[in-house]
Nanobody
Framework: QVQLVESGGGLVQAGESLRLSCSAS????????MGWFRQAPGKDREFVGA????????RYSDSVRGRFTISRDNSKITVYLQMNSLKPEDTAVYYC????????????????WGQGTQVTVSS
């Protein structure tokens, strides 16, 4: 069982940066691939990126590649989403999620979810 809690969301202006954190409870954090998803009003939840169990592998959606960076610190049982050059279209509720296999990008392929944190980017 994995319990996830996101934090770090807020209101920023376009072009600024923000770092989200996702803290996990439990003793098997390193067994899971960690992903980030986001959901804007009226839209489906979409994949943002993921980091492999050991942190050496990452993948990103085309919309955020080059601007966002996912990392993890297994000693702190925390995964991060560093968001740079934010755009108004990045506005959404951001969720962290856990799955067993790296390479999955679908919402239904992730087993555990946090409650989400709001990110709002003004123009």
């Amino acid at each position: 069982q994995v319990q996830l809690v996101e934090s770090g969301g807020g209101l920023v202006q376009a072009g600024e940066s923000l770092r989200l954190s996702c803290s996990a409870s439990g003793r098997t954090f390193s067994d899971y691939v960690m992903g980030w998803f986001r959901q804007a009003p009226g839209k489906d939840r979409e994949f943002v990126g993921a980091v492999s169990r050991g942190g050496s592998g990452t993948r990103y959606s085309d919309s955020v590649r080059g601007r966002f960076t996912i990392s993890r610190d297994n000693s702190k049982i925390t995964v991060y989403l560093q968001m740079n050059s934010l755009k108004p279209e990045d506005t959404a509720v951001y969720y962290c999620a856990a799955t067993r296999q790296f390479g999955r990008i679908g919402v239904t392929e992730y087993d555990y979810w946090g409650q989400g944190t709001q990110v709002t980017v003004s123009s």
